[in-house]
Nanobody
Framework: QVQLVESGGGSVQAGGSLRLSCVAL????????MGWFRQAAGKEREGVAA????????YYSDSVKGRFTISRENDKNTLYLQMDNLQPEDTAMYYC????????????????????WGQGAQVTVSS
């Protein structure tokens, strides 16, 4: 079992930056692949970025590639999302998620592989 606790959301102007953090409390084996998702009002949940516990490549959606960076500190059981050059279309509730299994190119940004979810952190970007 894993409990995920996000922090770091807020409001910024376009072009600004924010960093989200997600602490995984509980069994670290249950957080093999971890990712960030977002859901804007009236839209479906969208995969943003993900990476495996053992490192290796990170996976990004086309909409954030080059602007967002995912990283994790396994000794602190913490996942981060550095968001730069934020735009109004990035406004959404951002969720941290953990999966029991390693993620792959085909699965990393699919919500269905994730078993645990955080409560969400609101990010609002004004123009």
């Amino acid at each position: 079992q894993v409990q995920l606790v996000e922090s770091g959301g807020g409001s910024v102007q376009a072009g600004g930056s924010l960093r989200l953090s997600c602490v995984a409390l509980g069994d670290p084996v249950s957080s093999n692949c971890m990712g960030w998702f977002r859901q804007a009002a009236g839209k479906e949940r969208e995969g943003v970025a993900a990476m495996n516990r053992g490192g290796g490549r990170a996976y990004y959606s086309d909409s954030v590639k080059g602007r967002f960076t995912i990283s994790r500190e396994n000794d602190k059981n913490t996942l981060y999302l550095q968001m730069d050059n934020l735009q109004p279309e990035d406004t959404a509730m951002y969720y941290c998620a953990a999966a029991l299994f390693r993620c792959t190119t085909n699965s990393a940004l699919a919500p269905t592989i994730y078993s645990y979810w955080g409560q969400g952190a609101q990010v609002t970007v004004s123009s």
